[in-house]
């Protein structure tokens, strides 16, 4: 069984920065890619960033491209998203998925999520 360790969510104002740091235990994923998703209250689940196992390549969501940076420490199985110039418009749960069968931006395509991290943007 997989359980993740979610750290970096909270309360900001807009024009902040966060970083989210999402890390599994039970098994590794450093062979796998991983990605970030979000889901705000009444909307559905959104794509947010991808990361291919070595790092490379990464995707973005357009709402957050510029903005947000993926990226993951493989020896220290961690998955992390850089979050700058934060908007209200991106508050939301934020959740990592990992082992990707499918397309990137596809949340189905992802066999294991974690329970995620509450980010909340105040204008």
């Known amino acids: 069984q997989v359980t993740w360790v979610e750290s970096g969510g909270g309360l900001v104002q807009a024009g902040d920065s966060l970083r989210l740091s999402c890390a599994p235990s039970?098994?590794?994923?450093?062979?796998?890619?991983m990605a970030w998703f979000r889901q705000a209250p009444g909307k559905e689940r959104e794509f947010v960033a991808y990361?291919?196992?070595?790092?490379?390549?990464?995707y973005y969501g357009d709402p957050v491209k510029g903005r947000f940076t993926i990226s993951r420490d493989n020896a220290k199985h961690t998955l992390y998203l850089q979050m700058n110039n934060l908007k209200p418009e991106d508050t939301a749960v934020y959740y990592c998925?990992?082992?990707?069968?499918?397309?990137?931006?596809?949340?189905?395509?992802?066999?294991?999520w974690s329970q995620g991290t509450q980010v909340t943007v105040s204008s």
């Open positions: 998925a990992a082992h990707l069968n499918g397309y990137y931006s596809n949340g189905n395509a992802y066999t294991y």
């Open positions: 039970g098994r590794t994923f450093s062979s796998d890619s």
């Open positions: 990361s291919h196992w070595v790092g490379s390549p990464t």
